[in-house]
């Protein structure tokens, strides 16, 4: 099916006409559930109770103290945007504008301010995600699902994505990343427990139990993004390190063992490199002038000990 490209990463204002040629002091029982075609995108009035929220808006939680505000505003001055629309069966549909249909209902209103339009599925989603996102009203998880679900049921591409929300590509990819996290630790990102740097950061921990158990960290902690990020790369060498030393046959395990007693002796990594006919090297490693003054005494200490 053809894409039609609306002008929807341009703002929410290059869908909706201008609306003081066409405003009309309308009667209430004027405020009727069908529309005749040539008014579809005047400014009308419907009833609360006529409307309904969009089941597949991107936005699923609401502040509360913020509600309250803005219905204080709207007992005050009224709707001053109006809400988009389609019609369903016996109702319409929520486009954008649900959370001044919220405050509305709070602030006492009968009914509000709507242009009854039409839409395709995608223009519905990419309308309600555009609307969030220009208001900053998505927390960081709602926004990824937003933008994988226009990637995946409409088959868009993330250029196409991205140019929709005018924002670039590699903000929409990073975003998406964050959908690969733990969903106890995506759900800490949703509540702000940790910032959206914290959580791209944890990425570089693939094991689920262990990523949340780092989050709780950073969140108990108070970490900054620095500090989680050197965190992840201490994690990730030791695995990188653990998977190269683990033994592979039963006599690499016999050096295996006489490399961690040496270590354990001698205060120090220490690598065992063994080839054929029982042949090989030792390497200790050191990190400065005093730690090998302090081997070389461990040494002479166990040969004095000896003779």
Same mark, same amino acid.
């Given at each position: ?156 591409? =993330?250029?196409?994505? /991205?140019?929709? !929300? ?5 903000? #929409?990819?990073?975003?998406? &990343? @964050?959908?690969? +996290? ?28 262990? =990523?949340?158990?780092? /989050?709780?960290? !950073? ?5 900054? #993004?620095?500090?989680?990020? &050197? @965190?992840?790369? +201490? ?73």
């Amino acid at each position: 099916m053809a894409v039609k490209k609306s002008g929807l990463g341009k703002g929410l204002d290059s869908l909706i006409p201008k609306q003081s040629a066409v405003r009309q002091t309308t009667k209430k029982k004027e405020a009727a559930e069908t529309v005749d075609s040539e008014n579809k995108s005047q400014e009308i009035k419907l009833k609360l109770t006529q409307i309904e929220p969009n089941r597949s808006q991107p936005r699923k939680k609401f502040d509360e103290d913020a509600l309250m505000e803005l219905a204080e505003s709207i007992r005050q001055f009224g709707v001053i945007q109006p809400l988009i629309v389609q019609k369903k069966d016996n109702y319409y549909e929520i486009i954008a504008g649900e959370r001044r249909w919220r405050a509305a209902k709070l602030a006492g209103l009968k009914e509000v301010p709507v242009i009854i339009r039409e839409f395709s599925e995608q223009e519905r989603v990419e309308i309600s995600l555009i609307e969030n996102i220009q208001r900053e009203n998505l927390n960081p998880i709602e926004e990824a699902v937003a933008f994988k679900r226009l990637l995946t049921e409409f088959n868009l591409k =993330q250029d196409e994505v /991205a140019e929709r !929300v005018s924002k670039s590509r590699a903000a #929409v990819t990073n975003s998406m &990343r @964050l959908l690969k +996290l733990d969903e106890r630790v995506q759900q800490m990102v949703i509540d702000e427990m940790i910032s959206t740097g914290h959580a791209r950061a944890l990425l570089g921990i693939t094991d689920p139990d262990l =990523q949340y158990q780092y /989050a709780q960290k !950073v969140f108990d902690e108070k970490m900054s #993004v620095r500090d989680v990020e &050197r @965190l992840v790369r +201490l994690v990730t060498e030791k695995k990188d390190e653990k998977e190269k030393t683990k033994p592979d046959t039963d006599q690499d395990y016999i050096y295996h063992d006489i490399e961690e007693k040496m270590k354990s002796v001698l205060g120090t990594k220490v690598s065992i490199d063994h080839k054929k006919n029982n042949k090989g090297k030792i390497v200790i490693d050191y990190y400065s002038m005093e730690e090998l003054e302090r081997l070389m005494y461990l040494i002479q200490s166990v040969n004095s000990g000896q003779s």
